[in-house]
């Protein structure tokens, strides 16, 4: 299966800033997805990013406070904009490979808005 | 959409008993029902999944059975180990626009006493 690389895995920020999530794979993959998963809960799905078009956001988010991009088949960015500390969660990417309908998780990015 | 219902959400079970979890659907038309375990600070891993045309599978020690009709399933470990604990979440799945969606159930925190 695929191997997510995603960086940073934690990071403490100040409410008011940005942060910008990393998600690099080993490989080429048809979608990716950017999950929120808040203390002791379960994933909550943000958006779906596409090679070379626009995301596409659940209900609850949007594309100014959580841009995406998705430049090419094994990289994407999630931008977590002008944070409070409701936004305090883990972050995680995560793959759909071609072969199969399994996803594959990143090791997340554990964030802390202060 | 889909609501996925998992249950209980925190099991203690002694090491070498049997642990079960317990997850209901709602959407019928979900085809495939994969089950993920997240170590403490790690991304979701695909420990084992099952597909709607069978009712049971089995891996080592993990199982899986599906329900079509009462539209649940569940995970069945024996022998249980301490290296087993971790959280434990089931999902539901829909083919959408191209590609599987999942929805995620609530999660079963499993602790496995020595």
């Known amino acids: 299966s695929a191997v997510i690389s995603q960086k940073p895995s934690r990071d403490i920020c100040q409410r008011g800033t940005s942060l910008t999530i990393q998600c690099q794979v080993d490989?080429?993959?048809?979608?990716m997805f950017w999950y929120r998963q808040q203390p002791g809960q379960s994933l909550t799905l943000i958006a779906t990013?596409?090679?070379?078009?626009?995301?596409?956001?659940e209900s609850g988010f949007v594309i100014d406070k959580f841009p995406i991009s998705r430049p090419n088949l094994t990289f994407s960015t999630l931008t977590v904009s002008n944070m409070s500390p409701e936004d305090s969660s883990i972050y995680l990417c995560?793959?759909?490979?071609?072969?199969?309908?399994?996803?594959?998780f990143g090791s997340g990015t554990r964030l802390t808005v202060v | 959409g889909e609501n996925v219902e998992q249950h209980p959400s925190t099991l203690s079970v002694q090491e070498g008993d049997s642990a079960v979890i317990k997850c209901t659907y709602s959407?019928?038309?979900?085809?495939?029902f994969p089950w993920y375990k997240q170590e403490l600070g790690k991304g979701p891993q695909l420990i084992i999944d099952?597909?709607?045309?069978?009712g049971e599978k089995k891996d080592q020690r993990i199982a899986v059975t599906l329900n079509k009709t009462a539209k649940h399933f569940s995970l069945h470990i024996t022998e249980t180990q301490p290296e087993d604990s971790a959280v434990y979440f089931c999902?539901?799945?829909?083919?959408?626009?191209?590609?599987?969606?999942?929805?995620f159930g609530t999660g079963t925190k499993l602790q496995v006493i020595p």
């Open positions: 099952i597909r709607s045309n069978v």
């Open positions: 999902a539901a799945s829909i083919n959408s626009g191209g590609y599987q969606k999942v929805t």
């Open positions: 959407d019928s038309a979900s085809n495939y």
């Open positions: 990013a596409n090679q070379g078009s626009e995301a596409t956001y």
């Open positions: 490989s080429q993959v048809t979608m």
């Open positions: 995560s793959v759909l490979e071609r072969r199969s309908s399994g996803y594959t």
